[in-house]
């Protein structure tokens, strides 16, 4: 395993080792740990920052913005059909046993 030097503020250094003595770890896990969340936040953020880019270009472009209105439109009506399934009655019936009962009773 390669090693890595570096040095410390002295604050940091006293953090480090308070943290270290609390999880009963080595410093050096500690580091690693860090390290290990740090690089997969970065991965993270920069995978939305791309994931958001592409949805605004999407957005902006009116053939794909219609595309994707049109599955998300058949995607309801299979959803609400599960629904009616799961919920015991005839798929495309009345949600309600009576036609001016309010859906959040």
Not at 44 to 52: C, I, K, P, V
Request: aromatic share 6%; proline share 5%.
């Amino acid at each position: 395993m390669p090693a890595l030097s570096l040095r410390l503020p002295e604050d940091l250094d006293h953090r480090l080792e308070d943290e270290a003595r609390l999880e009963r770890l080595p410093r050096s896990e500690v580091v690693r740990i860090a390290i290990v969340d740090y690089l997969a936040r970065r991965e993270r953020e920069r995978f939305m920052a791309e994931l958001a880019a592409e949805a605004h270009t999407a957005y902006t472009d009116d053939s794909i913005r219609s595309a994707a209105l049109e599955m998300a439109e058949e995607g309801m009506v299979t959803s609400d059909e599960a629904l009616d399934i799961a919920e015991g009655r005839k798929p495309g019936g009345s949600r309600f046993s009576k036609p001016t009962e309010k859906w959040w009773k």
